[in-house]
């Protein structure tokens, strides 16, 4: 199994959020994944949650990590270096945040956090082919939810 990981480096400032929306936006296309396919649009939003919740949640850098697996499916991992596990929240009714977390529940295949260094990671994957048994399985992940 090959995998290729390309990495941005985020500065806790808001703007950088938009930031790596452009920066995913390119890497996406460079792996053959067209800015018009939904799974462009998903991974997207899915880095545009994570990252937005690494910077305004921890206050800290990040490192986002896109990694794409010779099967297709593509890893989206977002490290900072805050100890605090993520905790995911529900929003009510006119909420205008809060929905982070069930956001990426809802569009990713998989996803979860572990501890890395003095912080931690918090991931998902996307399957480019959902019909096929065994897309996702290429990157080892556990499967695993941690909240």
Do not use: Y
């Amino acid at each position: 199994m090959q995998v290729l990981q390309v990495q941005l480096e985020v500065g806790p400032d808001p703007a950088e959020v938009g930031r790596a929306r452009r920066w995913a936006r390119k890497r996406l296309a460079g792996s053959g994944i067209g800015e018009d396919e939904p799974l462009a649009e998903t991974l997207v939003l899915l880095i545009s949650e994570l990252v937005t919740n690494a910077v305004v949640h921890t206050g800290c850098p990040a490192v986002l990590r896109m990694l794409f697996a010779a099967e297709g499916g593509v890893r989206v991992e977002v490290a900072d270096a805050s100890d605090r596990p993520p905790r995911p929240r529900h929003a009510a009714g006119e909420d205008t945040n809060g929905r982070g977390l069930e956001l990426v529940d809802g569009l990713a295949d998989r996803w979860g956090w572990q501890r890395e260094g003095v912080g931690k990671s918090i991931w998902c994957e996307v399957d480019r082919s959902p019909a096929d048994p065994v897309a996702g399985e290429g990157f080892g992940s556990p499967g695993r939810v941690h909240c």
